[in-house]
């Protein structure tokens, strides 16, 4: 089976001081993390972990194919809930090597069109597979949690996803609601908004969910997760 417990160290894998640098190039900002941060977002090469990085390219093929919004560059990326499992439960740290021989990996993969807002879960991590952007969520972190996100991290994660999301400035955009209707905002409307609040709009317009199960053996499962249709 491909990396187990590797798949957790290879995501907090401390950056060296050329990939810092690199990684300002690449991303055209400065860094995020301050001392007194207690959660700041971190950029990480998600090629360290094939297992996520295939399945990556893989949803990424899947969904340009299905979806013409996203096949045009609107919305992005997410991993959460990467856990190691057996017969579909979590098992004990301690316990790992008394079942080695039948741990599972299972995360959920997703595609999402959802503009942050500090009171929400954050990821942790960011990445880029064939230029698309990658949020990834810790499983540690909580929906709420008693440290807050730094600004800064706020303010980084808010550009990641804002260059992602830039259609919706287009006059004629569709917004999908959670309800599943369509809306386009009149030209008075959209002078009435905030650049953030027509950003916020775009939720529901992209979401889909699956969850991928490796077994010990490498073969790998996967289940839908309904939550809307992806136009």
Request: glycine share 4%; aromatic share 12%; net charge neutral.
């Amino acid at each position: 089976m491909i990396f187990l417990i590797s798949l957790f160290f290879a995501l907090t894998k401390p950056l060296s001081v050329s990939d810092t640098e690199q990684i300002k190039r690449q991303t055209n900002s400065s860094c995020v993390t301050e001392l007194e941060d207690s959660l700041a977002i971190q950029y990480i090469d998600l090629q360290a972990n094939p297992l996520l990085y295939s399945e990556v390219k893989k949803y990424i093929k899947e969904q340009q194919d299905s979806s013409q919004l996203f096949k045009n560059g609107f919305g992005y990326i997410t991993i959460g809930g990467i856990k190691l499992v057996r017969n579909g439960k979590p098992i004990e740290v301690s316990t790992l090597k008394e079942h080695e021989k039948d741990i599972e990996v299972e995360f959920l993969i997703g595609l999402s069109s959802f503009y942050p807002t500090q009171s929400m879960g954050k990821p942790l991590y960011y990445s880029f597979v064939e230029s698309r952007l990658v949020l990834i969520y810790d499983q540690s972190v909580k929906w709420i949690h008693q440290n807050s996100y730094s600004k800064a991290s706020v303010s980084k994660l808010k550009d990641l996803v804002k260059q992602t999301l830039m259609p919706v400035f287009d006059p004629d955009f569709e917004f999908k609601g959670f309800n599943g209707e369509t809306v386009i905002l009149t030209p008075e409307r959209r002078e009435q908004m905030s650049q953030e609040q027509i950003l916020e709009m775009a939720a529901a317009t992209l979401s889909k969910l699956k969850i991928v199960v490796e077994y010990f053996d490498g073969s790998i499962s996967y289940r839908y997760v309904k939550l809307g249709k992806v136009r």
